[in-house]
């Protein structure tokens, strides 16, 4: 590494210099944090407290940082600050147990924890065993992402443990308040300890069901930050952008599972269209109406290649791999008309085998109406209506009015846009659906 | 979330150096810093540049541009190659940058690219441009 003699810059008073020490840290935490965390997890064997002394090792070098200049070894400053932090701890919890064991219980349980974490600290240790590494941010991912926490928590610990966002930076990006972030990571961890979930990988015939929720987790935080129709557009894309490279991280880690390639494909692909699906004034563009010029090629471009390695493990496209197909049928495509619709219709129909859902169906009936006639499509959403599964909800009677609008059925259609306008919550698309309505008012005329 | 450029620069004595390290050993270490930046999905593209003694400059001080064969003269800091990343911040490009397995005497220059997007979007040329990156893939 090519650190000079001057890596230690002077000692600083002015805030300047404080906030270019803050910058340094961030930087480091946002590289490192999920192994400096990871390798604390394995040398503790306590996720929780693993993650409590990871904090304060950020803390301490927020300050010392900014007193005596950037250490020389960043990472391993912060590994060797959280192990001092962590063997402080265990210190404290023996002397307590000590003092049990004075009062004649819990006399093994003390003696056990204390022996076992008396590390050899030298200086020319590597800041972290490079064959465990990658295994120990595998466990952190997983931990995080833990069946036994409610999904919001997976969400929160997820982003604070492995993506190493701050309890504020969370919160702005869920609009919610940091105190709620904060209880939120508590609980989790408290959750994980009190549920006796060991830091290790799950056992092999959990894992696939396991990734399942890890995928599940880095989709939500993906589609939180990429929904732009409230809160502040630019923060929630950065909230997308990092699902975008937990899910990097994790293909990085797993490379023979296409499921992961597929949520990352999906997530690159939809991502692609950000810069043209919305108006100047934030008003949202439907996909028909987007200028594709501006969507991101380059981001496609990795979509496709993230596609095409899911494909290539030979094991057959999941929901993730088939709806980033469906994303890619889109993103190649120069138009709406010229979009190889009958292909985005058989990716539909094995969809909805491998994640039977009404909205999948609903969508398909879309499909179909374009690459069938609006006739074709009508009559699959009124079996989708007959079954009732989507009532209550806006999507299926706008649908509906469009395709009836496409057959010349205008009172109809009128009646089922109103009655979309009616059961949407969104003010936006709301406005969007009213002004369909009123323009089939218009014709009639 | 921008793209910065990390711009090697070679002197003399950090080309000699590399000249003389085993070509294996140059790319386990090389690949080593390659491998971190593609795990932590941040690399867009990285090129290193041939032997600058193969090089030709073209000068434009006078009134003609005038060719000449061989390195760039003027400074020892020759341009060696680069990388470039996509990264959160100036701060994250710096640190990326001190982690890379650069030679002793050789300097690193970290520059921000700026996106087509950061272009008036109605200038025709800028449009050209646009669907000639769409065409080509280009970043």
New interface residues.
């Given amino acids: 590494?090519?650190?000079s003699a001057d890596g230690r810059s002077p000692a600083t008073a002015d805030p300047s210099g404080a906030e270019a020490a803050r910058?340094?840290v961030?930087?480091?935490w946002?590289?490192d944090s999920a192994r400096i965390v990871g390798a604390l997890a394995r040398y503790t064997g306590d996720f929780e407290l693993a993650e409590d002394v990871a904090q304060e090792a950020l803390a301490e070098a927020l300050v010392g940082w900014a007193r005596d200049g950037e250490p020389a070894n960043?990472v391993g400053w912060l590994l060797a600050t959280g192990r001092r932090r962590a063997i402080d701890a265990f210190r404290r919890r023996s002397a307590r147990d000590e003092r049990y064991a004075l009062l004649g219980r819990r006399l093994a349980e003390g003696g056990a924890s204390s022996g076992a974490v008396e590390p050899p600290e030298r200086a020319d240790e590597p800041p972290w065993d490079p064959d465990r590494v990658e295994d120990d941010v595998l466990a952190l991912i997983f931990i995080a992402c833990h069946p036994v926490l409610a999904p919001e928590a997976r969400v929160a610990l997820t982003l604070r443990a492995v993506g190493g966002l701050s309890s504020e930076e969370i919160a702005r990006a869920f609009l919610v308040p940091v105190p709620t972030v904060q209880a939120r990571i508590t609980r989790a961890k408290k959750t994980i300890a009190a549920a006796g979930v060991p830091f290790e990988l799950p056992p092999a015939e959990e894992r696939r069901e396991r990734l399942g929720g890890v995928l599940s987790v880095l989709y939500v935080i993906f589609t939180e930050g990429s929904t732009a129709t409230s809160g502040d557009v630019l923060l929630r894309t950065?909230l997308a952008?990092e699902a975008?490279?937990l899910a990097?991280?994790l293909a990085?880690?797993l490379p023979d599972e296409p499921e992961v390639h597929g949520l990352l494909a999906l997530c690159e692909l939809t991502a692609a269209r950000f810069?043209a699906r919305t108006g100047p004034d934030g008003e949202p563009v439907l996909l028909e109406d987007q200028d594709r010029?501006r969507w991101d090629?380059?981001a496609i471009?990795r979509g496709l290649a993230a596609l095409g390695r899911g494909s290539a493990a030979g094991r057959g496209l999941g929901p993730y791999g088939l709806q980033a197909a469906i994303a890619a049928c889109h993103a190649v495509a120069p138009s709406v008309t010229e979009t190889d619709w009958d292909r985005i219709v058989l990716l539909y129909e094995a969809l909805g085998r491998v994640a039977p859902s009404p909205v999948v169906e609903l969508n398909r009936a879309v499909a179909v109406a374009m690459a069938q006639g609006p006739q074709a499509g009508l009559d699959l959403v009124d079996d989708l209506a007959v079954t009732g599964r989507l009532s209550g909800s806006h999507l299926l009677p706008t649908v509906r009015g469009e395709l009836l609008t496409r057959l010349g059925r205008t009172t109809e259609a009128r009646t089922e846009l109103e009655l979309a306008a009616r059961l949407c919550g969104n003010a936006r698309e709301r406005a969007v659906l009213l002004r369909k309505a009123a323009a089939l008012s218009a014709d009639r005329r | 979330m921008a793209k910065y450029m990390l711009i090697m620069r070679n002197t003399d004595e950090s080309l000699a150096t590399m000249m003389s390290t085993p070509f294996d050993q140059m790319l386990e270490t090389v690949g080593r810093f390659n491998e971190e930046l593609i795990k932590a999905g941040v690399l867009v593209a990285a090129e290193g540049l041939d032997d600058p003694g193969q090089g030709v400059v073209v000068d434009y001080s006078g009134e003609k541009p005038v060719v000449t064969d061989g390195p760039y003269g003027e400074t020892k800091e020759l341009f060696g190659g680069f990388y470039l990343i996509d990264v959160a911040s100036k701060e994250e490009a710096v640190e990326w940058a001190k982690r890379m397995p650069a030679i002793p005497g050789s300097k690193a220059e970290i520059r921000r690219v700026p996106g087509i997007e950061e272009f008036p979007q109605d200038n025709e040329w800028i449009v050209k441009e646009r669907a000639w990156r769409e065409r080509t893939g280009q970043l």
């Fill in positions: 590494m090519p650190q910058r340094a961030e930087a480091v946002r590289i960043p950065d952008y975008i490279r990097r991280m990085a880690l810069p010029r090629h380059s471009r």
